[in-house]
C-alpha cells in the first residue's frame, strides 16, 4: 500500500473526499491568517489616528516582545489541549500582541510618509510566503529533517537580534534580516507541510482548532518576514 493510500485509510475516508476536506481545512488555515494579518493592520491604523495610544503602546518597551516570545511558546499547548474558546483567545490574543508590538513602528513609518515602504515590504513579503507556502505544500519531498536545523537557527538568530539591541549596529542589522528572511523562507515551507500533514495524520477529528494553530504559525512567520523585509528597505533606502 502507498504512503498516499495509508494516509486516506488513516483519515477514514475515499481519496477525492479526503483532498476535498484538506483544501477546506487549509483555506480554514489562510482565512484564519489572514483575519490575524488584517486584525494587525487595523491595530497600527489605530495607532496612527490616537497619538496617546500610540505613546502609550511605545512606552511599554519589551513589554509585548516578551508576551509574543511567552504566547509563541504556550500557545500551540493551548490550542489543542483546551476548549476552542481557549484555542481562539489564544490566537488572537497572540494577534493582539504582535501588533502591540510592530503597530507602533509601522503607524510612526506612515507617519513620517514611508507609507510607500510599508507597502512594499507588505507585498514582497507576501510573494515571497505565497511561494515559499506553496512549495511547502506542493513539494513531495519531506522536510521534516529541518525541523531540528530550523529550531535551532531560530534560537540564533533571536540571540543575535537581542545583542544587536544594545549594539545598534545598522551593518549587523542588515546580516541579520538579511538571514532571518532565508530563514523564514525555509520555515514557512516547512510549517505548510507539518500542517498539511497534520490533517492526513488523522487533525480530520479536530479540524478547527488544528486550523487556528496552523494559522497561528504562518502568520507569526509572515509577520516575522514583514518586519525583517521593511527593515531591510529602510536600510538601504538610507
Known amino acids: 500500500m502507498s504512503e498516499t493510500e495509508r494516509l486516506y485509510q488513516r483519515a477514514g475516508t475515499g481519496a477525492v473526499a479526503f483532498d476535498e476536506g484538506l483544501r477546506k481545512y487549509m483555506l480554514g488555515v489562510y482565512n484564519y491568517m489572514a483575519m490575524g494579518v488584517a486584525a494587525t493592520a487595523l491595530i497600527a491604523f489605530f495607532f496612527l489616528t490616537n497619538p496617546a495610544a500610540l505613546q502609550f503602546a511605545a512606552g511599554l518597551r519589551f513589554l509585548p516582545f516578551i508576551g509574543v516570545l511567552a504566547l509563541g511558546w504556550l500557545a500551540p499547548r493551548m490550542i489543542f489541549n483546551g476548549s476552542k474558546a481557549v484555542a481562539h483567545a489564544a490566537y488572537w490574543g497572540y494577534v493582539a500582541l504582535w501588533g502591540m508590538l510592530i503597530g507602533p513602528f509601522v503607524a510612526f513609518m506612515v507617519g513620517a510618509g ?5 507597502a512594499q515590504a507588505f507585498f514582497i513579503s507576501a510573494s ?9 505544500y506542493t513539494t513531495k519531498k519531506d522536510l521534516s529533517p529541518w525541523g531540528k536545523f530550523l529550531f535551532m537557527a531560530g534560537i540564533g538568530f533571536l540571540v543575535l537580534i537581542v545583542m544587536n539591541f544594545f549594539i545598534q549596529s545598522t551593518m549587523f542589522s542588515f546580516f541579520i534580516s538579511s538571514g532571518v528572511i532565508l530563514f523564514i523562507s525555509g520555515v514557512t515551507a516547512y510549517e505548510t507541510q507539518m500542517i498539511k500533514n497534520l490533517y492526513a495524520q488523522g487533525a480530520t477529528e479536530m479540524n478547527e482548532r488544528a486550523a487556528i494553530f496552523g ?11 514583514f518586519i525583517h523585509v521593511l527593515n531591510l528597505l529602510g536600510i538601504m533606502r538610507d
Do not use: K, N, P, R
Open 114 to 118: 514611508e507609507a510607500l515602504a510599508v
Open 128 to 136: 515571497i510566503f505565497l511561494a515559499m507556502s506553496l512549495y511547502g
Open 215 to 225: 494559522a497561528f504559525a504562518l502568520y507569526g512567520s509572515f509577520v516575522t518576514l
